[in-house]
T-cell receptor, first 119, second 110 residues
Framework: GAVVSQHPSRVICKSGTSVKIECRSLDFQATTMFWYRQFPKQSLMLMATSNEGSKATYEQGVEKDKFLINHASLTLSTLTVTSAHPEDSSFYIC???????????????FGPGTRLTVL | TQLLEQSPQFLSIQEGENLTVYCNSSSVFSSLQWYRQEPGEGPVLLVTVVTGGEVKKLKRLTFQFGDARKDSSLHITAAQTGDTGLYLC??????????FGTGTSLTVIP
């Protein structure tokens, strides 16, 4: 099956620093990747949609200058949390989408997530 | 927004009991998916339902898509501790956009 990896799996940083999270599709090409934020025992909150070779589309309320997304290749998207603050501490999950011509094959494959803690 | 409300939000049951999780919306979806997520991991797809009224079974899990394709349910028979996790439904509209439900956190007590 399709595998999506994230790196790092967890990171602790000081307030004011920037953190980069990588999302890779390991055995397929993904023209579209998604970045989500999740709080404990809550659902996924879509932050942005990342399209290869173009600017990301951000959801309402998500600061594009704070959460920089780059989708430079068909297998890699990165999320950089700039000038991180404690309130940015969360679980960040990426997913890659395979569109293969019908609803039965339209599936998002999720990475294992990155736990960010900002001190 | 195409909101998907799940109920209950939290559920704690004894091993061996049955349970049902509901996923409701006022919007029609082309298809609906159910995911299970364990702590510290990403969600894993359990099933996709496409046709109104469709029922799919996955061992002790039974998934049903409403006739009008606005709602769905997940029924677990004889719950086991390994069923513990966060269950998420996700509706996919005709524009291929995903909308995740509000989530149901299930704890199965031994």
């Amino acid at each position: 099956g399709a595998v999506v990896s994230q790196h790092p799996s967890r990171v602790i940083c000081k307030s004011g620093t920037s953190v980069k999270i990588e999302c890779r599709s390991l055995d397929f090409q993904a023209t579209t990747m998604f970045w989500y934020r999740q709080f404990p025992k809550q659902s996924l909150m879509l932050m942005a949609t990342s399209n290869e070779g173009s600017k990301a589309t951000y959801e309402q309320g998500v600061e594009k200058d704070k959460f920089l997304i780059n989708h430079a290749s068909l297998t890699l998207s990165t999320l950089t949390v700039t000038s991180a603050h404690p309130e940015d501490s969360s679980f960040y999950i990426c997913s890659a989408r395979i569109l293969a011509g019908g609803p039965l094959t339209d599936t998002q494959y999720f990475g294992p997530g990155t736990r960010l803690t900002v001190l | 927004t195409q909101l998907l409300e799940q109920s209950p939000q939290f559920l704690s049951i004894q091993e061996g009991e049955n349970l049902t999780v509901y996923c409701n919306s006022s919007s029609v979806f082309s298809s609906l998916q159910w995911y299970r997520q364990e702590p510290g991991e990403g969600p894993v797809l359990l099933v996709t339902v496409v046709t109104g009224g469709e029922v799919k079974k996955l061992k002790r899990l039974t998934f049903q898509f409403g006739d009008a394709r606005k709602d769905s349910s997940l029924h677990i028979t004889a719950a086991q501790t390994g069923d513990t996790g966060l269950y998420l439904c996700a509706g996919i509209n005709t524009g291929n956009q995903f909308y995740f439900g509000t989530g149901t956190s299930l704890t199965v007590i031994p």
